[in-house]
């Protein structure tokens, strides 16, 4: 096991460099190691740590940080990572918006669904999905491959015009199946942060940085990125004429309405000139 749990902490994606855990002696690397493989790897940052679940495991062993604050692991998780400190202190898991299963003692589960008709395809929420679930392309309909979606949550915030919903899912896991699924998730964000890394290192890719693990990963690799601020800028006024839009071709195609119908020419007129 412990040459497994050695190879898992190297060849890492460099945003985890400062971590520096090949620096740490053994038995630290190990019991990170051991945390880390039992976490939930939804990446979605609930404990504090934006960039994952590993960060948190390596505060928990050498920051001292509390080991109840994975919120979709609950109670079991909180559990597990006590028995791997062998710490006598009981902690409650933190507290969760969804409630407690009784059946796993873990939060309900969650799975997000994009609103097809409402999507505007402005793309912002691809970048914020931490396991690549989200498939689409400018201006065009996007959609969620449900099952890989985690349920992180970190797509709805970007989605500017709210389309994108979550529902509750019921399912029943071994332990064996919830590792895998684990080991999985952990490998899917380590390969979607190495694409990020390799997009951000293209110099000819002048789309600006989107989510917080982009900047941060843009920081660690100390590369210069040409941000146009005016591309940004453009990117939200198309988004919002989109949805302006969508809303008058509905209104319209219930009743004609020759003032919308000017209102809704002219927006176009405006789209097609960003
Ligand atoms: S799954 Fe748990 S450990 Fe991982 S980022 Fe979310 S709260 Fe943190
Ligand atoms: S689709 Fe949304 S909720 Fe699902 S994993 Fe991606 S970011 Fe998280
Ligand atoms: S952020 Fe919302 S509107 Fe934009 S592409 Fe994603 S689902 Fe569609």
Known sequence: MSSTIHDRLSSLPIL?????LNELPFDVQT???????????????????PDGCLPYAAAIVTNNEPHN?????????TDKIAAILASKEHLIAAASKWTIETRTQRPQEVRAV???????????CIP???????VGTGKHMHTIFTDLCTGCELCIAPCPVDCIDLVTIER????YEREQEQDDLRQRYYTHLERVTKQLADTSNSR?????????????????????????KDTIAAAKLRSKIKKLEKQLSVRANPAKQ?????????LSQI
């Open 69 to 77: 604050k994975c919120v979709p692991g609950g109670q079991p998780v």
């Open 31 to 49: 019991q990170i190691a051991q945390i880390d493989a039992c976490l939930p790897q939804t990446q979605c940052g609930l404990c504090n740590h």
């Open 262 to 270: 000017a209102e809704l020419n002219a927006l176009n007129i405006e």
């Open 16 to 20: 985890f460099d400062t971590l520096a």
């Open 128 to 134: 914020a999905c931490p396991v690549d679930a989200i």
């Open 208 to 232: 600006p940085v989107v989510s917080m693990v982009e900047a941060k990963l843009n920081n660690v690799a100390n590369q210069t990125l040409d941000i146009s601020e005016q591309q940004a």
């Open 114 to 124: 994009i609103r097809e008709d409402d999507c505007i395809g402005c793309t912002k």
């Open 172 to 175: 029943e896991l071994s332990i």
